[in-house]
Structure formats: structure tokens, C-alpha cells
């Protein structure tokens, strides 16, 4: 295949199919064994400082922040992260020097609430690098190349554009049309974290609403940490086969956390906590609010329950899930 | 136009009226984030209650209970027919199912190519902005695609994008079949608070369709950093009625995060 075009982006998380193999082989168990942890261990365990991460869901949708919160309080470094949507957990890790290179496909901002204030200004003053532009799709497919064990995957997006040239992929001539094709790389992120709204001791999960990209994300990663929000029993999982989107042999690590999505939305159980996300855009327009807001909400607590106490506990758990019912209004604190 | 028309409407709830009056019933729409949820909303209010719309992150043909603030919250597929994936949606509009794609932009040039992710140097931004998400994707794949462009000037409306995040119609006709990007496709409209366009079939320039009602025509021409096409004949873009901005302010978007209040 002739080659027409190679993109001027980072390649990062690429192996060889063989080598992957090799390391699923020898590090992804096939036996059924309790793998329940706290937060705190499975970040100890599993991410290393420089690794390349991937969060789950999108956007504030689904997002295991309750491993955001513990990355920052475990104070890891130099990570790279998938900028897949990344969102809120990105501007975190941006904002508190966990995260230093970013592959975007959107980041740094806030959809309708706004641009992201804490890790803009990372980007613009160079602490935080952007190594390559790809689109959503595209990096759903560097997944989707990953999980299906390949070394890259044809698409018809990002050609002539600078997403596509400032990405990592190459463009060549199709041998079968003859017209030139995008080849996208597979991606095996070092480690991925993603929440579900049920799993059982072994990490057999069930997810309610949209799946994004977790079905490819969580099939590709060579760790998976699952934060839930609740354990269900294995006999749960095998009344109903069907509704399994993650199998137990892709996960490392199962920690059980109700409300672990939260200030982020989880599809038919809480609503995003708006007046959180608010103060979090209010503070982090400077590297002082960033220190103070991780200093209240991360270091000054001791854990992530001690955490959603400080968000306002109970009764703020509660309008959030009336709010995911639509029976009570919506608040947009963060309007201007 | 705001001085003309202040009382009645403001300019994001006109922007909203005129995407909505271009989708049509029975059609599928991949809509972006902000305004373009709005415009789909309202058309499924109206006139197109039967729109199949459709989120990137797997939500495909909700009935909208309220405004969502991300394209990826449960509302996007209440009372829908799939809560899908990414990979099903975008693969489903890469395989042509999708008719009118339909995107917001921070800079445009003529040939409808967008920029969303830096202004200045993409080494050393000036202003980073948050990338493509799925607007390359959408502007590749779909048949027709709508860019909403709020505040046309010359800062925005430019003669070369900072950063061609999006493919228009890249540099001219036949550039996009080149590049091997499906055939038939490209974009369609583009609607700022001045006026509607569209592209010239020849040259594949932006070419005037509508001005917004009020706007004179060295008013688009001052606000744009290129040479838009001014055909001899064009028309005056309609207002929406009092009941479609009764629906936008009262059902749509009652606490005005996106039109305003």
C-alpha cells in the first residue's frame, strides 16, 4: 500500500498485535477470583506514574471520578491521557499537574457550560502538551483497532484536514477502491477506569443507557479498573447473559462506590450536580482556586464518602437523582 | 438586526429558528453540542415531529423532555428508540444514514472548513479551544452539513482558518473527493446573525441565500473577511412566529442557558 500522507502526531499507546497478545496472555487472567478493592488500592496497584490513561463514558457522563479524585490525592505524575471527550476528569488532572500530554479529540472544555478555565491555562503557559488531534469517532476507533487486536483500523474521517494531519495516523491508497483511506491506530491505554451501574465480585458488568466507547475502551486497556455503584450477585449476571457489556477476563480491579460518578451524570440514577461543576469553574480561573478546591474536596478529605459529605450528603444525593427523574427543575448555576 | 428586532427576538433565538426551518420531517440529524440541539429540538416541536435525531455518544431518536447540557445525558435517548454507542452512530453515519449533520463554529472560511481548535499557533495557542470532538467526523460523513455561526465578523468569517479542524469543502471543488472523503457530501448552510448562505455549485464559495430581516447587505460584507457571493437575486430570511418563541422560551429552554434571557 503506498502511503500518502503520515500524520505529525505522537503515536502513544501502539503496540505490536503480537506483543499485546503476549501481554494478555501472561496478565489478563481467565480464572474467576474475587477482585474487590478500595479506590485507594487500585490506583496504588495499577497506575504508574507517566502511563497513558483512559477514563470512561463522556464528557460528565458516567465517569468514574471517584478514581479522578484518588489519581490527584495519590498525587501521580506525568501522566498522558486519551482526550476522548475527557472533560471534567481531564480538567482536574490537568489542573492539579497529574495529566502533562494530552491526545485531543475534545478536552478542555465544558460543552454548554463553557471552556475549561484550569486546563486551557495549562496549554496556553506550555505545562500541559497537546501531542496529537484526532476526532471522537477516530479515537473510538483506536479502541475499536485495539479490542479487535489489530494494528490499526481504515476510516473515511480526518482526511484533509490538520485534525488528520496533526494526528497520528496515515493516510494510504486503498487497494480495493483505489481512493485514499484514513488508517487509524489501535489504542491499548496502560491502564483505563471506568464506572458501571452494576458488576459482580469477579468484574462481570452491566451498564444501563448509552455504552460511548466502554464496550472497545474496556477491551483494549491492559488494566480496568470498575468503580460501581453497587455488587451484584454472579447469579444476577447469568439470569441475564445478555445484559453483560463487560466480561469478568478484561477487568483487573472491581471497587464498589454508590454516587462514584458524581459531580458527572449516571444515566437513570443522578443528575449532574450542577452547583458542583459551577464552583469548580468558579475556582479554577486561577492556579490558586485549583489549590484551594483540591485542598477542600481532595486532600482535606480522607475518601470519596467523606467527599460526597462535603458535596452535601444525603439530601444532595437525593435532589440529584429527583433531578435525573426531571422532578424537580433544572439549575444552571454556571450561567453567565 | 438587534436594533430592529430587539423587542421581539434575540439573536440566538433567531439563529435557533432558522436551523430548525431546515431540517425536514422524516430525515435523521447528527446534532453537536449548544445551538444545534435547540434547532433540532424545536423542529421536533413544530413542523418535523417525526426527525430522527441522533447524538454522538449513542443516544438515536429521542423525543427531547428538556434541553440537554451534553450530548451524552439520559435525555438524549428518553422516550428514544436505541441507547447505543459511539462506535454504532458514527459507524451508522459513516455508512450514509445520516442527512444533515449539524455543527456550531468558532471560525469559518469560504468554503465552509471550520476551525474549533486553536487560535494562533497550534504549537503555542494563542487560545486553545477544545478540538474537534465529533465535528469531523459529522462534517465527513453526513450528506448535508449545517454550520451555526453565531457572531459572524471578520474575526470569524476568515479568509484562511487558524486551524482546519473540520472539512468543508477544503480548498476548492473537487478538493474533498481527493481526499478521498465520501462523495456527495459537504457542506450545506451556514447560518450567522446576519444571514443565510449556502455554496455555489461551480466554485463551492459561500454564496447569500437570506439576509436576516433588518440587516442591509454592506453589513454581511463588512463582517466578512472573504468575498461572499452575492447572487442577483436573494431573499429575506422569516421571522419565527410568536408561538415558535413561545416553545423556545417556555418548553425548550426555560432557564436560558442557551438563548438567553
Known amino acids: 500500500m503506498e502511503v500518502l500522507h503520515e500524520g505529525l502526531g505522537e503515536l502513544v499507546g501502539w503496540h505490536d498485535p503480537d506483543e499485546n497478545r503476549e501481554f494478555v496472555l501472561h496478565n489478563k487472567s481467565r480464572a474467576l477470583k474475587d477482585k474487590t478493592m478500595t479506590a485507594s488500592e487500585a490506583v496504588a496497584s495499577f497506575v504508574k506514574n507517566g502511563d497513558f490513561i483512559a477514563s470512561g463514558g463522556f464528557g460528565h457522563i458516567r465517569v468514574s471520578m ?43 472544555g465544558h460543552e454548554v457550560r463553557g471552556l475549561s478555565p484550569a486546563s486551557r491555562r495549562m496549554v496556553e503557559s506550555g505545562r500541559c502538551k497537546v501531542i496529537g488531534e484526532i476526532s471522537n469517532a477516530g479515537y473510538q476507533w483506536r479502541f475499536l483497532a485495539g479490542m479487535m487486536g489489530l494494528p490499526f483500523i481504515p476510516s473515511r474521517n480526518l482526511l484533509g484536514t490538520d485534525t488528520g494531519k496533526y494526528s497520528a495516523c496515515k493516510v494510504v491508497t486503498d487497494p480495493f477502491s483505489g481512493k485514499p483511506i484514513n488508517l487509524i491506530p489501535a489504542a491499548y491505554p496502560d491502564v483505563a477506569f471506568i464506572h458501571v451501574h452494576r458488576c459482580d465480585i469477579y468484574g462481570n458488568c452491566q451498564i444501563d443507557g448509552i455504552m460511548v466507547e466502554d464496550f472497545e475502551l474496556a477491551r483494549c486497556a491492559r488494566k480496568l479498573i470498575i468503580t460501581t455503584e453497587e455488587i451484584i450477585d454472579n447469579e444476577e449476571i447469568r439470569r441475564e447473559p445478555w ?66 459529605e462535603l458535596c452535601g450528603g444525603i439530601r444532595k444525593m437525593e435532589f440529584l437523582v429527583k433531578r435525573e427523574a426531571m422532578r424537580v427543575p433544572l439549575v444552571t448555576p454556571w450561567r453567565k | 438586526m438587534e436594533n430592529n428586532t430587539a423587542a421581539k427576538y434575540n439573536m440566538r433565538e433567531f439563529l435557533a429558528f432558522t436551523g430548525a426551518k431546515l431540517l425536514e420531517d422524516g430525515k435523521s440529524v447528527f446534532v453537536g453540542t449548544g445551538l444545534p440541539m435547540i434547532a433540532g429540538m424545536l423542529a421536533q416541536k413544530t413542523h418535523a415531529p417525526h426527525l430522527l435525531i441522533i447524538f454522538e455518544a449513542g443516544g438515536v431518536g429521542p423525543i427531547l423532555p ?74 465527513s460523513f453526513a450528506h448535508k452539513t449545517v454550520i451555526i455561526a453565531g457572531g459572524q465578523s471578520k474575526r470569524t468569517f476568515v479568509s484562511k482558518v487558524d486551524f482546519l479542524t473540520t472539512p468543508g469543502y477544503l480548498s476548492g471543488p473537487g478538493a474533498r473527493e ?72 417556555k418548553d425548550i429552554d426555560p432557564t436560558g442557558m442557551l438563548i438567553g434571557k
Open chain 1, 66 to 108: 471517584n478514581i479522578i479524585y484518588e489519581i490527584i490525592r495519590q498525587r501521580k505524575r506525568n501522566l498522558t491521557m486519551a482526550g476522548k471527550t475527557a472533560v471534567h476528569d481531564l480538567d482536574l488532572l490537568v489542573g492539579n499537574g497529574c495529566v502533562n500530554k494530552v491526545e485531543v479529540a475534545y478536552s478542555f
Open chain 1, 243 to 308: 445484559h453483560t457489556a463487560i466480561p469478568f477476563y478484561v477487568v483487573d480491579g472491581v471497587v464498589e462506590q454508590p454516587f462514584g460518578s458524581h459531580p458527572c451524570e449516571l444515566h437513570g440514577k443522578y443528575f449532574f450536580d450542577e452547583e458542583h461543576i459551577a464552583e469548580w469553574l468558579s475556582l479554577s480561573k486561577t492556579d490558586e482556586g485549583v489549590q484551594a478546591y483540591a485542598e477542600k474536596y481532595i486532600f482535606g478529605v480522607n475518601d470519596f464518602p467523606d467527599y460526597l
Open chain 2, 66 to 139: 428538556e434541553l440537554p447540557i451534553s450530548v451524552g445525558q439520559a435525555t438524549t435517548c428518553y422516550r428514544g428508540i436505541a441507547a447505543t454507542s459511539m462506535h454504532d452512530v458514527m459507524s451508522a453515519c459513516q455508512a450514509g444514514y445520516i442527512d444533515y449533520g449539524f455543527l456550531g463554529g468558532a471560525q469559518v472560511d469560504m468554503y465552509g472548513n471550520i476551525n474549533t481548535t486553536c487560535i494562533g499557533d497550534h504549537a503555542k495557542p494563542k487560545t486553545r479551544l477544545p478540538g474537534s470532538g465529533g465535528a469531523n467526523d459529522i462534517a
Open chain 2, 178 to 249: 481527493k481526499a478521498g472523503l465520501p462523495g456527495n457530501t459537504g457542506p450545506y448552510r451556514v447560518i450567522t446573525q446576519l444571514a443565510l448562505y449556502g455554496f455555489d455549485d461551480k466554485t463551492r464559495g459561500m454564496k447569500l441565500i437570506s439576509l436576516h430581516p433588518g440587516v442591509s447587505l454592506e453589513e454581511v460584507k463588512d463582517n466578512s473577511g472573504f468575498d461572499i457571493i452575492i447572487p442577483e437575486k436573494y431573499s429575506v430570511s422569516p421571522a419565527p412566529s410568536d408561538r415558535e418563541l413561545e416553545i423556545l422560551r
